[in-house]
């Protein structure tokens, strides 16, 4: 009972910030009571918000209260200091699992604040008192807490590893340096821990180098990020205004039309209702007159229908029967093609302003790319097909190909099975240099060498001890890395020709920009027996 008396005494005279006791006691105008630095650290957080409150009950204060030591509260924390009326720990002060213990506390442990080397072991606050007011403990080196402490302890000698062997690379004890590690480099360890901690520092410096460096170049990205946005941004919205413009030009444009074929289309009804109109007119009278001598035919008196039949009038001439005349719907035909024609000026046009540019990256690049198998039927005799015909190999001892009208004769080559439009990139991987990477049209001559190689009808990079592009009877050097993987780019709507060499990077080889009159196919010549060629699978 007396414990627990001692106790709710002591916790009266405890902050409720730090849940110690007070120290340096203040009372703020609503009668709570705390340590001077909590209750300063406490308004310090709360300057932004220029009042200040009591953490307890939230009165607030303005103007700031000026704190002064309660000396009467001071002196009885003292007192009860020294009486030994002291709160029990709080909770955070006992060890927990990944705390370090003080070895001397009994029952639940206490939390280490330093550990003795000279000791080798770790105390809290209460049982770590002696090394500090006893001379005995004066000597002893206090560290921060470890629990790993036994790894400064050699495992053979039991004593403290004060020293570095530099031969071995290790700490080891005084014993040691006189036994195994005699004659090794050593020094102590604090020495090694100096040198250590200048190498420590300087790799420091350099993380720190770098870190500044990567932030830079992570800010100028976030900035280019920013600016493509900002661009993407622009051009999506100058994009809808002109689009809109457009729009509202052909919609008045589309309204132009209809009220100027409405117009003739109401002149030109009016003109033939009228005819009409007149010719009804003229029916009716025939009918009149064609009833008048139906009657006199019926009359049996001959003197009198002889006097009756030469007083009647006589039939004037009937105007011409009108025909429809087809000027008068070729206006409306001429309105039509007309606007046909200037739709037929305005896709082109938008169809070439608005194509996708060539890629710039590979990853670009791989979202173009299609899968191509080669034609079996156009394969020189000397070609084997394999790998779901995408490869071909040289082999002269192969010649069992069945006729076929499409197949090259000369050359050893072959074109792939279907033609090539739009966007579309593919990889080929050569086993060595004689090789040609090439596109060509289907109507490519199929017996003779020379048109194939050198024609208008394809577009070749013929890989050897260097580069060199062909076409139209003419060949251009090229300079590039060589690489056994060529990439070819084709937008046969932009007419744009590329040819890459594939290795950790792509490097632009050579580029055409032309028009494509026909379809393309994909195109691979080999040069020497066991040679090889295959159309990479990019998907």
Wanted: some cysteine; charged content about 25%; aromatic content about 6%.
């Amino acid at each position: 009972m007396a414990q627990q008396r001692n106790q709710a005494d002591g916790a009266k005279f405890c902050c409720s910030i730090c849940l110690d006791l007070l120290k340096d006691p203040v009372t703020i105008p609503c009668g709570h009571n705390y340590c001077m630095s909590c209750i300063k650290s406490f308004w310090d957080e709360e300057d932004q918000k220029k009042i200040h409150s009591c953490p307890q009950c939230r009165q607030t204060f303005i103007p700031t209260p000026v704190l002064v030591k309660n000396t009467m509260l001071a002196e009885l924390v003292e007192e009860l200091k020294k009486t030994g009326h002291q709160d029990a720990p709080a909770d955070h002060c006992y060890a927990g699992p990944e705390d370090v213990a003080c070895d001397v506390c009994t029952g639940r442990k206490l939390k280490a604040l330093k550990s003795c080397l000279q000791c080798l072991a770790s105390y809290c606050e209460k049982h770590l008192q002696p090394h500090y007011d006893s001379p005995t403990f004066k000597k002893h080196k206090l560290v921060e807490t470890s629990i790993k402490l036994q790894d400064t302890i050699c495992f053979r000698h039991d004593e403290v590893m004060k020293m570095f062997c530099r031969t071995d690379q290790q700490c080891i004890c005084v014993f040691c340096s006189m036994d195994e590690h005699k004659g090794h480099n050593i020094i102590s360890a604090a020495a090694e821990r100096t040198e250590k901690q200048k190498e420590l520092g300087e790799r420091r410096q350099n993380i720190q180098q770098r870190i500044q460096d990567r932030e830079k170049d992570v800010k100028l990205l976030q900035q280019e990020v920013e600016a493509i946005n900002r661009s993407a941004d622009k051009a999506v919205e100058d994009s809808k205004k002109i689009f809109t413009e457009l729009i509202r030009l052909i919609q008045k444009r589309s309204s132009d039309v209809k009220q100027q074929v409405r117009s003739k289309q109401e002149t030109e009804v009016s003109r033939v209702k009228e005819l009409q109109e007149k010719l009804q007119q003229e029916v009716t009278e025939l009918k009149r007159k064609d009833a008048k001598l139906e009657q006199l035919s019926h009359t049996e008196d001959h003197t009198q229908f002889l006097h009756n039949y030469s007083s009647m009038p006589r039939l004037t001439e009937s105007t011409d029967s009108p025909r429809p005349e087809i000027n008068r719907l070729q206006y409306f035909e001429d309105m039509t093609a007309a606007v046909t024609a200037g739709r037929d000026k305005m896709q082109p046009i938008l169809t070439e302003t608005l194509a996708l540019a060539e890629p710039t990256t590979r990853a670009e690049f791989l979202q173009c790319s299609c899968e191509i198998t080669l034609d079996p039927s156009t394969a020189h005799r000397y070609l084997v097909l394999s790998e779901g015909n995408r490869k071909i190999t040289y082999n002269v001892k192969i010649m069992s190909h069945a006729q076929s009208p499409d197949r090259f004769l000369y050359i050893p080559q072959v074109l792939s099975k279907d033609g090539l439009t739009g966007q579309c990139y593919w990889e080929v991987e050569m086993s060595s240099n004689h090789a040609e990477v090439a596109v060509a049209y289907k109507s490519i001559g199929r017996s003779g060498d020379f048109q194939t190689l050198f024609g208008h009808e394809s577009w070749a990079l013929q890989c050897g001890n260097g580069y060199k592009f062909i076409h139209d009877n003419c060949s251009t050097v090229i300079s590039g890395p060589k690489s056994s993987r060529i990439g070819v780019f084709l937008d046969h709507k932009a007419g744009i020709l590329s040819f890459y060499s594939i290795s950790e990077s792509m490097t632009l080889l050579h580029r055409v920009q032309t028009t494509f009159t026909q379809p393309l196919y994909a195109r691979l010549v080999l040069g020497a027996n066991g040679d090889t060629a295959e159309l990479c699978k990019l998907k």
